[in-house]
């Protein structure tokens, strides 16, 4: 298992699709991947440092896990099939816990515990991403055009 970083969210125009940018440093490799808005919006609240005045669904998980005497050890990017990635939740009590990569990112960056992916998966998906004007990495232009995504976004955008 290699160790990725939270590199930013990225907004795909023209479909407005959000995209997670994780970072395996050590290659310059970028592993992307296509989630939702509300998952967006939760990881980038949670990066931000806001919290929301009543718990969203990843807050309250990480909540039960640790009412529960268990802590998030890491999440696992452990296999990709057609463009879906798989990730595991790894319990301190050894239990694993089948999940959406999306997901498991957003309880990673909540509890700050490492983001894990599998070689072969980095190896099938990851992608050297670099600015056209000066080969320098772009994630600081992606976060930018997600925090514009927030602030024209409404919560009834995520109601049924």
């Known amino acids: 298992m290699l160790e990725l970083e939270f590199a930013g969210i990225r ?15 050590e290659r310059n490799l970028y592993l992307p991947l296509w989630i939702g808005a509300p998952e967006a919006s939760a990881i980038a609240m949670s990066e931000q440092g806001l919290t929301p005045p009543r718990p969203m669904t990843h807050d309250l998980l990480i909540s039960v896990i640790e009412s529960m005497g268990v802590k998030l050890e890491r999440i696992e990017i452990v296999s ?35 983001i894990m992916c599998a070689e072969d998966v980095l190896e099938e998906a990851g992608v050297a991403i670099e600015n056209e004007s000066d080969g320098e990495e772009a994630p600081e232009e992606q976060m930018r055009e997600f925090r514009e995504f927030l602030d024209n976004i409404d919560p009834e955008d995520f109601s049924s």
């Open 11 to 25: 907004i795909q125009l023209p479909a407005n699709q959000p995209l997670l940018l994780l970072k395996y440093p």
């Open 80 to 114: 990709v099939h057609n463009a879906v990635f798989v990730a595991e939740l790894v319990l301190s009590n050894g239990k694993r816990v089948d999940s959406r990569s999306s997901d498991a990112v957003a309880l990673a960056v909540r509890a700050q515990c490492p």
